[in-house]
């Protein structure tokens, strides 16, 4: 059976994940006590209990689901043993590519909550602009309305206001980035271009937008002093929807994934494309589970959130 691992985004954090198998499995706890020691905080108090309004803030929301998400993978890997059959592919959605490229071996745990704290806390520092989601509109037509947008909004003096399409979530769920006022205007376009529905998402900041680029400069920065290694099995890019086997192609991945749309209905085609029968979500929630469903329903779909999917998994899957 080919199998990949996908690891979701920011927005699938809730208060007490995680909490179960902190309790339940030793190597689980040993995850989430490594986060804790490496960034200096209470991580997973945070995870347990929150307050909600903290754990969602971009710069603890992070961390925290790569940290969520690591555990899972350990205990999957502990429980299933020699008999486990590893993925052939791994991928994940805007953050979560740091879950999988750990998953994947091409960074250790402690250097990716080390950068991923570090991408949310530049990130939350952007603060800057807007994100919508539009219902209901099909790829062209909303790429093209961003497009006559920012040329308007820039011939009229506004140079700093641009709109791009971020997030190919599904085939009628897309999301738009960029200046506030450039968000608006276009909102209002794709409405009357028959749009369901433009609904304005509560982010920070206009995230997998140019207007990133500091933020992306920051962890170009960051990116450069760790050490990286080639991942097996091969990331499957949000930026290019391509599978990645080097390190230095990695690189460039967690530099130009900030700034680019995450083009993850391409990443679920080329995973049917190459064969892959079994998808599993491994993470908080199943938000990704549902835009696979969307694109490639004929996909076997797989949650693994807490310690009982985990057995579910493994008796199924051996």
Not at 92 to 121: C, K, Q
């Amino acid at each position: 059976m080919t199998t990949a691992w996908i690891f979701p985004g920011q927005g699938s954090q809730v208060v007490g994940m995680g909490r179960h198998l902190y309790e339940q499995m030793p190597e689980a706890r040993a995850v989430f006590d490594e986060a804790d020691q490496t960034l200096g905080f209470g991580l997973s108090e945070l995870c347990f209990e929150g307050p909600e309004e903290r754990l969602t803030a971009t710069e603890y929301a992070q961390p925290a689901l790569l940290t969520v998400s690591t555990a899972l993978v350990r205990a999957i890997r502990v429980i299933g043993g020699e008999r486990l059959l590893e993925p052939t592919m791994v991928a994940g959605h805007s953050l979560g590519e740091y879950s999988a490229l750990v998953a994947g071996g091409a960074l250790d745990f402690a250097t990716a909550i080390r950068l991923v704290r570090r991408r949310g806390e530049l990130m939350a520092a952007a603060s800057e602009g807007a994100m919508a989601a539009v219902i209901g509109l099909n790829e062209d037509t909303l790429e093209q309305i961003c497009r006559e947008t920012s040329d308007q909004l820039q011939r009229a003096g506004e140079h700093s206001s641009t709109v791009v399409v971020a997030n190919y979530n599904a085939p009628d769920q897309l999301v738009i980035s960029g200046s506030t006022h450039a968000i608006s205007l276009a909102g209002q376009r794709a409405k009357s271009a028959g749009a369901k529905r433009v609904l304005p998402l509560k982010v920070s900041a206009a995230f997998h937008s140019p207007l990133m680029i500091n933020a992306a400069e920051g962890m170009a920065r960051e990116i450069d002093t760790v050490t990286v290694h080639d991942p097996s099995p091969p990331l499957l890019a949000n930026v290019t929807a391509e599978p990645l086997h080097r390190a230095e192609d990695i690189r460039r991945e967690l530099v130009s994934q900030i700034v680019a749309p995450v083009r993850w209905i391409a990443s679920v085609q080329r995973m049917v494309a190459d064969g892959i029968a079994t998808v599993v979500e491994i993470g908080p929630g199943k938000v990704l589970t549902g835009l696979i469903r969307r694109i490639a329903p004929q996909v076997r779909m797989v949650n693994v959130s807490g310690i009982d999917d985990v057995h579910s998994y493994l008796a199924e899957n051996r």
